[in-house]
């Protein structure tokens, strides 16, 4: 069955052809800048690129699935303005640019794992590839495209015929709006690819180059980290759709000039998770990351489950009550699932339609419907209806097979309804009658621990 994909930079939905005839896919996705936790949002695109590459395991690809870790050089501005964000992290924290490099970066790789995300076959640091970056940058400087000003060496965009086609830019609307603040670069959309060290500070992060003492761009790490893992022209290229005008725009101009190609076959952006209609963003200082979640009692995977709900390609408004709705048909569909018997076969039809819908550009929330309408359907029998699901799981990833009830059996019963009570009281957010079970709980020497799968009953 036909993989379709859209594709950002072709503005249509493309079948999914891939350039080796191995079986293997090459896929980037632009990773954390890790100066801060990841938020939920970050969290959603992340959980649409594994979407992705669970579709294509599902179409038998072999996927080299690549993710950076932007640990130097993403400015407060993605328009190569402002400080370095890791520098902004180490000012807040007090802790130096290492440590909060590799504070971040685990805390990254513990969201993937509770969020059920398949960890990267290559996971690269840009610090580890300073060498690489350097090498692309004078593959740039011999075709004549860059130049330098007091604070760095710049990408001359006005040298490439094709920059800013992914995005659509209009770079001579651009050229009239910003004539004055481009400071010294000669056009707007220029970009650094090596800043210097300001001459009377010490950088925490820096290194010697063939321009001067400094350190990489944003931008040249992901387009050298791709081509050195995935080569020159791969298959895949994700990120959030804020990357479309500038940073992924000059990823394509910087593999232009060094390799003749535009990087990446297909573009796929992931669409935002937003709050009140604004974008969640790091910066703005105000976030809720996954731990947020957890520790107010909710389970990641539900959030994984509300993502699917949606097309990654339409913005979502997270709300707690959206949460709820989530986790409650999550319960649902775990209980249902842990009671069929197994030994079963996944049903044709179904897993026909499965395919269909996952290929037709991920629309999970088609495949989503598609597991209720099977657990109501009377032609499959529930052995068959389990496996059929498994089968399912292995692209959604909701952990299925993995869960199961909680040890109720010694619980007596006054105590579990008591439980429920607490748990509808919570749901109806009549905190007073929450914690009334609480007390009552108490007083019969048990106590209730919210942990990701649910309430937890523990004799006190
Ligand atoms: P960052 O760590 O800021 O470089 O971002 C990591 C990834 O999250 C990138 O692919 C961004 O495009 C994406 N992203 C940033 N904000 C949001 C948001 N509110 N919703 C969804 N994805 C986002
Ligand atoms: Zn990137």
């Known amino acids: 069955m036909t993989l379709k994909l859209y594709d950002t930079y072709h503005r249509e939905l493309r079948d999914f052809v891939p350039i080796k005839d191995d079986g293997s896919v090459g896929l980037y996705c632009c990773g954390p800048t890790v100066y801060n936790y990841a938020h939920i949002g970050n969290l959603r695109t992340y959980i649409f690129e594994d979407v992705l590459r669970r579709v294509l395991e599902h179409n038998n690809y072999k996927v080299d699935h690549v993710v950076n870790i932007t640990d130097v050089g993403h400015l407060v501005s993605d328009a190569d303005d402002g400080e370095d964000k890791m520098e902004t992290g180490s000012a807040r924290t007090g802790k130096t640019a290492w440590e909060i490099a590799d504070i971040y ?13 398949l960890s990267p076959t290559i996971t690269c640091k840009a610090t580890d590839h300073i060498a690489e970056q350097i090498v692309a940058i004078q593959q740039i400087e011999a075709k004549g495209m860059t130049y330098i000003t007091s604070d760095g060496v710049y990408f001359d965009t006005n040298q490439d015929p094709d920059y800013g086609y992914l995005a659509r830019l209009n770079i001579e609307g651009l050229q009239e709006g910003a004539r004055v603040d481009k400071g010294e670069k000669r056009n707007p959309t220029d970009f650094a690819l090596w800043k210097f060290s300001p001459e009377n500070e010490q950088r925490q992060m820096e290194w010697e180059s063939p321009w001067g003492k400094g350190f990489p761009g944003w931008h040249i790490e992901c387009s050298a980290m791709a081509a050195k893992y995935l080569g020159p022209l791969f298959d895949i290229h994700c990120g959030g759709k804020d990357h479309i005008p500038i940073h992924h ?16 076959n297909y573009w796929m952006h992931g669409y935002f998770l937003q709050t009140d209609k604004t974008k969640m963003s790091k910066s703005s200082g105000e976030f809720l990351r996954m731990q947020t979640l957890i520790d107010q009692g909710h389970d990641p995977i539900a959030y994984r489950y509300l993502c699917l709900l949606a097309h990654y390609r339409s913005d979502i408004n997270f709300s707690w009550d959206t949460l709820q709705s989530a986790t409650t048909a999550l319960n649902r569909l775990r209980d249902t699932y842990f009671n069929w018997p197994d030994a079963g076969t996944p049903s044709k039809d179904f ?41 399912f799981d292995s692209v959604l990833g909701l952990r299925l097979p993995e869960w199961a009830p909680q040890a109720r ?8 309804t008591l439980v429920e009570a607490r748990q509808q009281a919570r749901t109806d957010k009549d905190w007073a009658a929450a914690d009334k079970a609480r007390d009552d709980l108490a007083a019969l020497g048990y106590e209730v621990v919210d942990t990701p799968d649910g309430p937890d009953v523990r004799k006190i």
């Open 105 to 117: 970066t685990q805390a990254f790789f513990d969201d993937l794992q509770h969020l059920n995300i």
């Open 249 to 264: 725009s000059n990823e394509i101009a910087q593999a232009q000039a060094c390799y003749g190609t535009k990087l990446s």
């Open 409 to 416: 059996a010694e619980v007596p019963d006054q105590i579990m």
């Open 351 to 391: 897993t026909e339609r499965f395919t269909s819908f996952v290929n037709d550009d991920l629309n999970t929330s088609q495949a989503i419907a598609l597991i209720w309408e099977l657990l109501k359907s009377s032609d499959v029998t529930d052995a068959d209806k389990k496996a059929t699901v498994t089968l």
